[in-house]
């Protein structure tokens, strides 16, 4: 079982729709998740950082980190089509760990 | 006032080679990382540098080899460039703190290995 499970897509949705993105893990000692976006032939930009379980909004985007079942999740509300990219997950252990774990990504489009 | 930068962004070159990518960042962060993402979109870490040190040294061919000039700066040299090398690879910093551990990533450096 590799260490983050992401489901690579593609997704494609209607403009204005509400998106689920997720990633389960299996190492219990992350504490740190992140979401980050990375369009076609750029680099990957941190969206949202979370730390252990609970909500965090930011404007459109909603992440959520359940740590009992070891899955996170990026919700995207009202998608536009400049939400149009690859979201990849990405976790750490911390305490002093500095390596990320990421996840293979999901690439998602957002049809006008 | 780009945060995280590499040259060059394209590089084409012939099996056998020996290339360089270099990658600078001005926000002040104490340690950068190599990443190599192949064409499933998959982002593999490969060094990290942390005031200049190396802490993370994954299993990859010695025919890689990072430098840290300084903490501002981390470059990647490969020799003998092989045909599976080719793939984007990003540079990325972060600054090392009980709380925080995102990482900010380069635009990347597209090599590809005829």
């Known amino acids: 079982q590799k260490e983050v499970e992401q489901d690579p897509g593609p997704l494609s949705v209607p403009e204005g729709a509400i998106v689920s993105l997720n990633c389960t893990y299996s190492?219990?000692?992350?504490?740190?998740f992140m979401w980050y976006r990375q369009y076609s032939r750029k680099g990957p930009e941190l969206l949202m950082y979370t730390y252990s379980s609970g909500n965090k909004e930011d404007g459109r985007f909603t992440a959520q980190v359940d740590k009992s079942s070891k899955y996170i999740s990026l919700f995207i509300r009202d998608s536009q089509p400049s939400d149009s990219a690859t979201y990849l997950c990405a976790m750490s252990a911390g305490a002093g760990s500095y390596q990320l774990t990421f996840g293979k990504g999901t690439k998602l489009s957002v049809i006008p | 006032d780009t945060a995280v930068s590499q040259t060059p962004k394209y590089l084409v070159t012939q099996m056998g080679n020996d290339k360089s990518i270099k990658c600078e960042q001005n926000?002040?962060?104490?340690?950068m990382y190599w990443y190599k993402q192949d064409s499933k979109k998959f982002l593999k870490i490969m060094f990290s540098y942390n005031n200049k040190e190396l802490i993370i040294n994954e299993t990859v061919p010695n025919r890689f080899s990072p430098k840290s000039p300084d903490k501002a700066h981390l470059n990647l040299h490969i020799n003998s460039l092989e045909l599976g090398d080719s793939a984007v690879y990003f540079c990325?910093?972060?600054?090392?703190?009980?709380?925080?551990?995102?990482?900010?990533f380069g635009p990347g450096t597209r090599l590809t290995v005829t």
């Open positions: 190492n219990s000692a992350f504490q740190y």
């Open positions: 990325a910093s972060s600054q090392a703190r009980a709380w925080s551990y995102e990482q900010y």
């Open positions: 926000l002040g962060h104490d340690t």
